[in-house]
């Protein structure tokens, strides 16, 4: 059984005082809560200060992007090692408006997760399909292709801390989420490609998170799924009473 994983990705929303405050919160609501694994993805600008107001609490940090050198003449860009450095535990790559917005690949998505094991980060990595794509019937197709190109290269050992967050592009801040059951059937998919390219032992260890208008009205039925092991959530984790009942989602039976 894989421990629940509940992150929120704060996108490019709140200066320092904002982010602190929206901390402050997150400390008091989500207290002594041991059993689930909460990360959140703050700007780069907040990552030091929340990391220091995190200090003696369970909450994770993780940032939203880096790039795959180590160091150099590379305007703009943050390393795996800098990211370290400030206290994160996690980093998310190639989300769905990091490759719309910012040319990003299944290539560079690639050398960006090979970059983050290198310096001991674990990768949240993002999938997902577009609108036409669903819509032409493809998208365990399309998800599969993609996870397969962002692992090349990497062998059973270095997956285990690897997490992957099905995202589908048409559910992303538009306040449609996925059916749980359309959900489950791409984590499925998902979980049976990780079966076949590391085997029982990595899939054991190996997280499979969705994303995409996940609330505080739809995380219950969405975690009652056998492979939804925990969620990235957006607009809803800039509200500290509604991240919170998210990472509360009320547990069914089998976990
Ligand atoms: P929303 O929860 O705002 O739809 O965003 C999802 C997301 O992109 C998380 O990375």
């Excluded at 402050?24 to 030091?48: C, H, N, W, Y």
């Excluded at 220091?52 to 940090?61: E, G, M």
């Amino acid at each position: 059984m894989h421990k629940p994983l509940i992150a929120g990705n704060w996108k490019m929303n709140t200066t320092i005082d904002q982010g602190a405050q929206l901390v402050m919160k997150l400390r008091e609501l989500l207290k002594g809560i041991q059993d689930i694994e909460i990360v959140i993805a703050p700007p780069f600008t907040s990552l030091q200060h929340l990391n220091f107001l995190l200090a003696d609490t369970a909450i994770k940090l993780s940032a939203q992007n880096l790039f795959w050198e180590k160091n150099g003449a590379y305007t703009g860009e943050v390393s795996g090692e800098m990211l370290r450095a400030v206290g994160c535990e996690y980093v998310i790559i190639g989300h769905s408006e990091r490759r719309r917005y910012f040319g990003e690949t299944d290539e560079t998505v690639n050398k960006k997760i090979l970059a983050a094991l290198r310096e001991g980060l674990k990768p949240i990595v993002c999938v997902g399909e577009t609108l036409e794509e669903r819509e032409a019937g493809r998208p365990v197709e399309k998800v599969s292709a993609q996870v397969r190109s962002a692992l090349n290269g990497l062998g059973p050992g270095m997956v285990k801390d690897l997490v992957v967050a099905y995202e589908p592009v048409w559910a992303i801040g538009t306040g449609r989420n996925a059916t749980p059951s359309q959900a489950e059937e791409v984590h499925d998919s998902i979980r049976e490609l990780l079966y076949e390219e590391y085997g029982m032992a990595a899939v054991n260890d190996m997280r499979i998170i969705y994303g995409g208008s996940v609330k505080p009205t739809n995380i219950d039925s969405l975690m009652a799924q056998p492979n939804i092991d925990g969620v990235l959530v957006g607009g809803a984790s800039l509200n500290a009473e509604d991240f919170a009942r998210i990472v509360k989602f009320e547990k069914s039976p089998e976990r």
